[in-house]
Structure formats: C-alpha cells, structure tokens
C-alpha cells in the first residue's frame, strides 16, 4: 500500500493547473447511458473514481475509448446490461446515478447500494421516493434497489426533495430528460457540477430551465442524441491547494480555474489575511507577514462553505493565531481528521457538530491515516507545516479525489513523494 512522506516546513511557491472536476465528470459520463450515439467528454482527471466509473459503464456494455489527451468517448448504443454488481459499486457513491438514466432510456434497472467515503450517511431514500413519484416501481432486495416502469417510461411530476441533495438532483434531472411530460424538482442542489450536468444535458437535447437556482424544470423529450462537452475545473482541488499556501505561508497561481466558483472559500481565506488577485482563468494568493488569524465557519450547500473545504479550514485554524469554531451541517461524520491532527499536536476539541480550534505556532510531524478523501488532504497539508517527517498511510483515499498531488505539490517546492510498501520504511527522509 502507498504512502506519502512529507518534510514539512517549506513555504510553496509555484503555479498548478486545475484538473477538470470529480463531481461533474462522474455524472457527465454516465449520461452517456441516456442516447444510443458518442458521448465524448474532455477535461476528464486521472482519478480512480473515474477508472471505476468507466469499468462500471464498461460491464454494463457501454464502449469506451479514451484518446492520449484523456478525452473519453462513450457509447451506449448496446447495453448488455441493466445490473450494475457490488463489487464495482461498493468503492463509489456515485455509482447510484446510473439507476435514473437506465430506468429512463430501458425502463429498468437493478444496482447495488452504494458505498464510498464513511462520512456519514447519505441515504438513497431520496432518491427511490423520486423515482416512485414519477411511476416507477422500486424495491430494496438482497443489497440492490430493483426499479421498474410499466409502460418503460416515467412520467413527470413535482418532487419536493426534503433536504439537498446533489446526487439526487442529478439522478432525477437526468431521468426526467427522457419522461412523458414535465418534471419539476423543488429544493433542488444549486452545486456547479449540477449545473455543469446540465449544460451537458441541453447539448444532448434536454430541455432544462433552472439549474443553478432551488427550481429545476425539465420537459421531457422523445430521445437524447450524442453530443461533445467539456467538464468544469474542480473547484475543490483548486481550494485545497490555495489552503496549502496559505498553510505554509507561500504563494501559488492556480491556472485553469473560474474565481467565481471559489467565493466561499476565498472570502475566508481573505478573512484569515491571506491576499487574493482573480485574474480571467486564474487565481493568486500569498501571505502577508505574519501568522494567518483564525476565523469561524459554517459548512453548507451550495454557494455556502463547501463541505469538501472543511478539514483543510481546521487545519488552517490549527495553525493560526486565535480560536475559532468550525460547524459541520452537511455530513454528521466528517470530523475523523480530527484525531490525527491531535496527534500532531492540534489543539482541538470535538462539541457534538462543531469543532473549537485553538492555534498553536507548530505541529509536529507523525505517521497518520487517511480516513477518507477530503480528510486526506487535510493531514497532506498538515505534514507540509510539521517540523519534521509526516507519513501519510492509506492514500488509496485522495487517489479517488486528487489528480498527481504529490508531483503538483512537488512542483511548487514542496517535500513530498510517494513511496510503495517496499520502500518504507527504510525511507527515512524526503529530499
């Protein structure tokens, strides 16, 4: 198993280009199973949520090419089949999304309930009352959600999520494109990657009015055809590298990147003196003298402060001058990190949802565990600040999520590299 070693201590200074959006690639390509014509999708991150993506649509008889710019074409014209197995959904969340388009386009469909990151539960109750409400026939059997339409298609209607939810929102948009009438998704998720969906979406023939707000309309259409889209940058990706300059007291130019997807977490970063200059398609920070100060948080959806953001934030406030609190609102399991920034030396303290973080000058390096992907990046950028060696074990997790971090990080001066079970421990230092 892979580990990152880290000697911390080194203030970053470079620029990184942003890889295209886990969130927004994973339903773009599985769209693909709503039309019998090519998908091709560019901006796709090397990521192994990605490879299981493509392996699930591969068993279900979608073809797939990728080209050496890791543009993926994906054709749906011959489905062999309608089941998508446990063991190639056990590892990802969001492989729930292929239930909406198969039952749309086939009027069937049978997938194993999800696994992905312990985080926290994030049912797919949901989910199942939308595809019921438009006329679907659903049961839980043996680990799978078995759906069925008489007539094999769905019918439009109103449905009133009772909280937000991305991946419901982008289930149902996407079955809806294919239903006799018009559907209306009220409380809907306003997230960029479910605009970016979409946009996709209208390529392919959709006609969808509201994405972006709480309202979505979708009139239904006969048949989608294929279509070329390009993903949005990951602004998640883009937040944790400038919370990784911030962190170190550097500087860093992130290129590729809409500043307008980032205004939660620049106007923290900014709080916490930071400075920021937007340019057209790419971001700057650096960090003025002295020690960051410490600032409150409150995680919400959309455009609130992201979810995503919110280990790399307590860890920001571990190191800065002051006290602050930080409150989890989305997930009610997020705060696993926070043990192994203990050991680090953080001072934290853990209040039902919130977190009361207290600033300490230094943390001390340590071997820690990954726990899952966002919780990954936090202890990276905890071990770019520790005096002394960091070993990060269980990476497997921010491979999901992070495209080459250790080699961006690399390139804007940072002490990192990944080393292989037969490697360590006999590595003793980065150099």
């Known amino acids: 198993m892979d580990k990152l070693l880290i000697s911390g201590g080194v203030p970053l200074d470079g620029e990184v280009r942003i890889s295209g959006a886990k969130n927004a690639a994973l339903p773009v390509v599985i769209a693909s199973?709503?039309?019998?014509?090519?998908?091709?999708?560019?901006?796709?991150?090397?990521?192994?949520?990605?490879?299981?993506?493509?392996?699930?649509?591969?068993?279900?008889?979608?073809?797939?090419?990728?080209?050496?710019?890791?543009?993926?074409?994906?054709?749906?014209?011959?489905?062999?089949?309608?089941?998508?197995?446990?063991?190639?959904?056990?590892?990802?969340?969001?492989?729930?999304?292929?239930?909406g388009p198969l039952l749309a386009r086939f009027g069937e469909a049978e997938v194993s309930l999800p696994g992905g990151c312990a985080i926290g539960s994030r049912p797919v109750d949901l989910h199942i009352k939308g595809f019921e409400m438009m006329g679907a026939e659903v049961s839980v059997e043996e680990g799978y959600i078995k759906a069925k339409v008489n007539g094999r298609r769905l019918s439009g209607t109103k449905i009133v999520f009772d909280t937000v939810t991305v991946t419901g929102t982008e289930n149902l948009m996407m079955a809806a494109t294919l239903a006799r009438g018009t559907t209306i998704l009220e409380n809907a998720a306003r997230e960029p990657e479910v605009v970016d969906l979409a946009r996709c979406l209208i390529k392919m023939g959709a006609r969808i009015h509201g994405a972006g707000t709480g309202l979505i309309e979708i009139e239904g259409v006969d048949r989608l055809t294929g279509a070329e889209h390009r993903v949005i940058p990951d602004r998640i990706e883009a937040g944790t590298y400038l919370a990784a300059a911030a962190a170190t007291g550097g500087r860093i130019r992130l290129c590729g990147i809409d500043a307008?997807?980032?205004?939660?977490?620049?106007?923290?970063?900014t709080e916490m003196g930071a400075g920021v200059s937007i340019e057209e398609d790419a971001v700057q920070l650096h960090v003025k003298e002295g020690r960051?100060?410490?600032?409150?948080?409150?995680?919400?959806?959309?455009?609130?402060?992201?979810?995503?953001?919110?280990?790399?934030?307590?860890?920001?406030?571990?190191?800065?001058?002051?006290?602050?609190?930080v409150t989890e609102t989305?997930?009610?399991?997020?705060?696993?990190?926070?043990?192994?920034?203990?050991?680090?030396?953080?001072?934290?303290?853990?209040?039902?949802?919130?977190?009361?973080?207290r600033g300490v000058e230094t943390l001390s390096g340590a071997q820690v565990m990954a726990t899952d992907l966002r919780a990954s990046a936090c202890l990276v950028l905890a071990g770019l600040v520790a005096e002394g060696q960091t070993v990060v074990d269980r990476i497997y997790h921010i491979d999901r999520g992070y495209d080459c971090i250790e080699e961006k990080?690399?390139?804007?001066?940072?002490?990192?590299?990944?080393?292989?079970?037969?490697?360590?421990?006999?590595?003793?230092?980065?150099?």
């Open 260 to 269: 307008r997807l980032l205004e939660a977490v620049l106007g923290k970063l």
């Open 330 to 357: 989305v997930f009610e399991n997020r705060f696993m990190h926070v043990q192994e920034l203990q050991r680090m030396g953080a001072d934290i303290e853990l209040r039902g949802h919130t977190a009361l973080v």
């Open 33 to 99: 199973l709503l039309t019998d014509q090519a998908l091709v999708v560019h901006n796709i991150p090397h990521l192994q949520d990605i490879t299981t993506a493509l392996e699930l649509l591969g068993h279900l008889g979608v073809r797939v090419q990728v080209d050496d710019r890791f543009a993926i074409e994906v054709n749906a014209a011959q489905l062999t089949s309608r089941r998508a197995p446990y063991e190639l959904v056990r590892t990802m969340r969001a492989s729930i999304l292929v239930l």
């Open 409 to 431: 990080l690399a390139q804007c001066g940072a002490r990192i590299r990944r080393v292989s079970r037969g490697q360590y421990p006999h590595a003793a230092s980065v150099s």
């Open 292 to 325: 960051l100060q410490a600032t409150d948080l409150r995680t919400q959806p959309f455009p609130g402060f992201p979810s995503d953001m919110q280990a790399q934030f307590i860890l920001l406030n571990a190191i800065a001058s002051g006290a602050a609190t």
